[in-house]
């Protein structure tokens, strides 16, 4: 996992009481074109990306990539959950050397309101804080996505910094397994 560390990738798929999370699978390409389709789940990302686009461009076995899961719910993928490493020269960048990563998730609007996404993601910091022992992760949302807000309390993420960007007030935490259970 060279854009993290030194981690062996894939894992192999890590369950919680509900879901799987794993690589992503051939099968999983028509959730990730509804996913980035979405006019929900891109309301405070810049808006979706136009459909027929979609077709074209996904690749067949989209995400396939280290730090990359797919939000598994009963055999069907809900969502996905990545960890790429935190470019230093955006804002909200705690210190260059800490070599912290970023986390990101997107869940599909029909899996909404149902806790999935708190749950995954707290199973891929978990699975993270066990890989690279004390590396911080960051997560930025925009201050008026309330759910995010709402979810990177939940997780554990502790606020840094507000600063404007894409003209939105954004909102940048940090999370470490040093000071958060996970």
Same mark, same amino acid.
């Given at each position: 996992? *060279?854009?993290?560390?030194?981690?062996?990738?894939?894992?192999?798929? #890590?369950?919680?009481?509900?879901?799987? $999370? =794993?690589?992503?699978?051939?099968?999983?390409? &028509?959730? /990730?074109?509804?996913?980035?389709?979405?006019?929900?789940?891109?309301?405070?990302?810049?808006?979706?990306?136009?459909?027929?686009?979609?077709?074209?461009?996904?690749?067949?076995?989209?995400?396939?990539?280290?730090?990359? /899961?797919? #939000?598994? $719910?009963?055999?069907?993928? #809900? !969502?996905?959950?990545?960890?790429? =490493? %935190?470019? &230093?020269?955006?804002? !909200? %960048?705690?210190?260059?050397?800490?070599?912290?990563?970023?986390?990101?998730? $997107?869940? $599909?609007?029909?899996?909404?309101?149902?806790?999935?996404? &708190?749950?995954?993601?707290? &199973?891929?910091?978990?699975?993270?804080?066990?890989?690279?022992?004390? *590396?911080?992760?960051?997560?930025? *949302?925009?201050?008026?996505?309330?759910?995010?807000?709402?979810?990177?309390?939940?997780?554990? /993420?502790?606020?840094?910094?507000? /600063?404007?960007?894409?003209?939105?007030?954004?909102?940048?935490?940090?999370?470490?397994?040093? *000071?958060?259970?996970?």
């Amino acid at each position: 996992m *060279t854009e993290l560390g030194p981690v062996a990738w894939p894992p192999a798929p #890590i369950r919680t009481e509900r879901l799987v $999370l =794993r690589g992503s699978e051939a099968g999983d390409r &028509a959730a /990730f074109v509804e996913l980035f389709a979405s006019p929900e789940v891109h309301t405070y990302l810049g808006g979706p990306r136009p459909r027929d686009e979609l077709e074209r461009t996904v690749p067949a076995v989209p995400g396939r990539r280290p730090g990359f /899961f797919v #939000i598994d $719910l009963d055999g069907a993928m #809900i !969502g996905m959950v990545k960890l790429d =490493r %935190h470019d &230093a020269e955006s804002p !909200g %960048h705690i210190r260059p050397d800490l070599g912290e990563a970023e986390l990101g998730y $997107l869940i $599909l609007p029909s899996a909404w309101g149902r806790g999935y996404g &708190a749950e995954a993601c707290a &199973a891929v910091l978990g699975w993270f804080a066990d890989a690279l022992p004390g *590396t911080s992760v960051v997560l930025r *949302t925009r201050t008026a996505n309330e759910r995010s807000m709402r979810l990177a309390e939940k997780l554990g /993420f502790t606020e840094v910094e507000r /600063f404007e960007d894409f003209g939105a007030e954004q909102w940048f935490g940090v999370w470490s397994s040093v *000071t958060s259970s996970g």
